[in-house]
């Protein structure tokens, strides 16, 4: 059981530490906590970029100090050709966001490209910094402690259920459904090239035309049957993809993952 005190103890730093650093921003900008004017009690809000950074530091200190292990291995090396895997993921991410939009445009006959925009360029690195803190705090180091523990199997179901249920207070039943499908998409492409870059940039293409089509906010029943069916359809084609990781991932995920 020592990997559950693993997982544990890494999503209790993350939120512990974002409150702590949350409420020290606070204090340095605003000179003073700040309070619900109605009620006198605290409301303190965790900074978006506190909360990526924090996942980024508390993944790297586990890994180096924790496991023992190369810095490398989380998945987030520099070798030559993770920008090749994150553009491509980018590629693949806007391609089922735009074929979920024109299956939803004929599911429902509502055009959902005539509501473009060009706002969401402003947001980019807000999207970005998005997608690589819950890639890192779902697909990154607690992926690695299950797939070591229970198996790869098992450990792909359990980070897919736990990306659903973290967006069903948004979504319900059916949304968490549908993005625990997503889920198992992204970790198919973790296992697939060893590394992260890949689950990034598709994270980051889906959400980033999703905000450009205005997209966020519909969750109709056709919404979802449209995007389970691409998500499949994808599913299938990222297992077919001729695609394969780079020799430094391969060796640094078969040394210190995968167990024999």
Not at 118 to 145: I, K, W
């Amino acid at each position: 059981m020592w990997w559950g005190f693993k997982l544990a103890g890494f999503f209790v730093a993350i939120l512990g530490l974002s409150l702590v650093f949350s409420l020290l921003v606070n204090l340095w900008s605003q000179k003073a906590l700040p309070r619900d004017p109605s009620t006198g009690k605290l409301n303190i809000k965790v900074d978006p970029w506190i909360l990526a950074l924090v996942v980024l530091g508390t993944s790297l200190l586990m890994v180096r100090y924790l496991d023992h292990r190369p810095l490398a291995s989380l998945g987030l090396h520099f070798y030559s050709s993770w920008w090749m895997e994150l553009a491509l993921g980018i590629v693949f991410g806007s391609a089922m966001l735009i074929s979920m939009a024109t299956l939803l445009w004929a599911f429902s006959r509502q055009n959902p490209f005539m509501k473009f925009s060009m706002t969401p360029y402003s947001t980019l690195l807000s999207h970005l910094r998005g997608s690589l803190g819950e890639e890192l705090a779902v697909r990154g180091y607690p992926l690695q402690v299950l797939i070591d523990a229970l198996g790869t199997y098992p450990a792909l179901l359990a980070t897919s259920a736990f990306f659903g249920l973290l967006h069903y207070r948004d979504q319900r039943l059916i949304g968490a459904i549908d993005t625990g499908l997503v889920g198992l998409l992204l970790a198919t492409t973790i296992l697939k090239m060893n590394a992260l870059w890949l689950a990034v940039g598709i994270h980051f293409g889906w959400n980033f035309v999703e905000a450009l089509l205005s997209l966020g906010e519909v969750t109709s029943r056709e919404r979802y049957l449209a995007e389970m069916m691409v998500i499949v359809l994808f599913w299938l084609l990222l297992i077919l993809l001729p695609i394969q990781p780079h020799p430094e991932m391969e060796r640094l995920w078969n040394e210190y993952i995968v167990q024999p």
